[in-house]
């Protein structure tokens, strides 16, 4: 069935319609990962935006059963060239056809998805709709104009009460903005024992955890809509070693009183190089971010920029300069892409261990 892209800017794209028949709106974006795409439709990071993705041929693989970073994905609609009919692989076992109809989610192919990067990355990230031919371009060109951006995506994508994955080893507050599966896995692996909270938590109720760590998640939207967020990380900063990733990152830079800004186009893919400045290796990252902390920004913080990104020179990483705390704007989790930063959750581990023997050893001069 036809169907149609349709762009504020007022570009028209017509296509092919697959997954589900719906009209959506939402943000534009551009992912350049050659594979993931299950994952990437499934991270909650992108609620209430359509993906393009610019490789060509997807779905080839299929769904599998393993592979999802939410158990209810939030994307508003998938953009590309070439949906594939019959996918081959042992995992497979829906087509991405089958799956998007199940999850009510609109995908349009077809589409010259290099023509719709470029104009993104000319004009910056904008808002369209996948809809039916039967709409009038004008007429939705004028909703789209009068759409505002929502304010509320972490509030939709995070869990609405706590609940624990239990392990053995040191007790990690997670705070869900959005997270990705890929997290919990990590520090599953790792046997901590998870409390996943939800994304308003206070302060005093992760304190009542009695945590020995605490990692704040990634989410969707502007990190300056999530206030109560902002408030939390300035209560157990200090008190407890942190780590944050993407959205966790940046409320932790709000936190410490930097900035934050809409990026041109964003950074989302499976192969950005990013530097760390303390070794000078290069580590291929995956990303999806629209928004980054401000450098200038920084200049009056405790922070200290200890990553950066390669492609345009942006903040990637972050550590304070006196309390046990870091935090990344690019996933080491992978999920989907290279796991060339998953390291990272080792020296979290190795953070706690050195903040708790520093306690015990506290404790011990205490006594005597
Ligand atoms: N993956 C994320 O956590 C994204 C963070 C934020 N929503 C951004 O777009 O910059």
């Known amino acids: 069935m036809k169907r149609q892209l349709i762009l504020e800017d007022g570009t028209i794209f017509t296509g092919e319609g697959f997954g589900s028949n719906v009209d959506k709106v939402g943000e534009v974006v551009f992912n350049t990962g050659m594979t993931g795409y299950q994952e990437i439709m499934s991270d909650p990071s992108y609620c209430a935006q359509i993906v393009t ?8 693989y299929g769904i599998n059963r393993d592979d999802f970073e939410s158990i209810i994905p939030a994307v508003h609609g998938l953009i590309v060239k070439e949906a594939a009919e019959y996918p081959s692989n042992w995992r497979s076992q829906i087509s991405l056809d089958e799956y998007l109809k199940q999850k009510n989610i609109p995908g349009i192919s077809g589409i010259d998805t290099r023509k719709l990067t470029r104009i993104i990355r000319k004009y910056g990230t904008l808002k369209g709709s996948i809809c039916s031919m039967e709409n009038s ?3 939705v060109i004028q ?16 869990t609405k009460t706590a609940y624990p994955s239990p392990g053995r080893g040191s007790r ?10 890929g997290i919990l896995r990590e520090l599953n692996n790792r046997n901590c024992d998870i409390v996943v909270v939800p994304y308003n938590v206070t302060a005093e ?8 760590g605490i990692m704040l998640s990634n ?14 990380i300035k209560g157990v900063q200090g008190k407890v070693p942190l780590f944050g990733i993407c959205l966790g990152h940046q409320l932790f830079a709000l936190a410490n009183g930097a900035d934050t800004e809409k990026m041109k186009f964003g950074h989302r893919g499976s192969n950005h190089p990013v530097k760390d400045l303390e070794t000078g290796k290069i580590a291929l990252t995956s990303q ?16 200290k920029v200890t990553h950066i990104a390669l492609n345009d020179g942006t903040v990637e990483g972050l550590a304070h300069t006196e309390y046990p705390a870091f935090t990344v704007q690019y996933h080491p989790e992978s999920s989907p892409g290279p796991e060339d930063a998953n390291y990272l959750f080792d020296e979290f581990m190795n953070m706690i261990e050195a ?3 520093e306690g015990e050893k506290l404790c011990l001069n205490a006594q005597i």
């Not at 909703?143 to 995070?158: E, G, I, M, Y």
């Not at 989410?219 to 939390?232: C, H, R």
């Not at 999806?288 to 922070?303: A, M, R």
Request: aromatic share 4%; charged share 25%.
């Open 53 to 60: 993705l610019t490789y060509p041929l997807i779905g080839n």
């Open 137 to 139: 371009a004008a007429e």
């Open 143 to 158: 909703q789209l104009k009068a759409t505002v951006t929502p304010t509320d995506q972490v509030k939709r994508v995070s």
């Open 172 to 181: 990690v507050v997670l705070v869900d903005f959005g997270m990705k599966h």
């Open 205 to 212: 109720e992760v304190l009542s955890l009695s945590p020995d």
């Open 219 to 232: 989410g969707p939207g502007d990190p300056k809509d999530v206030k109560e967020a902002i408030e939390m």
């Open 288 to 303: 999806n971010h629209g928004y980054t902390v401000q450098t200038d920004s920084l200049k009056h913080t405790n922070l």
């Open 355 to 357: 903040v708790n023997k």
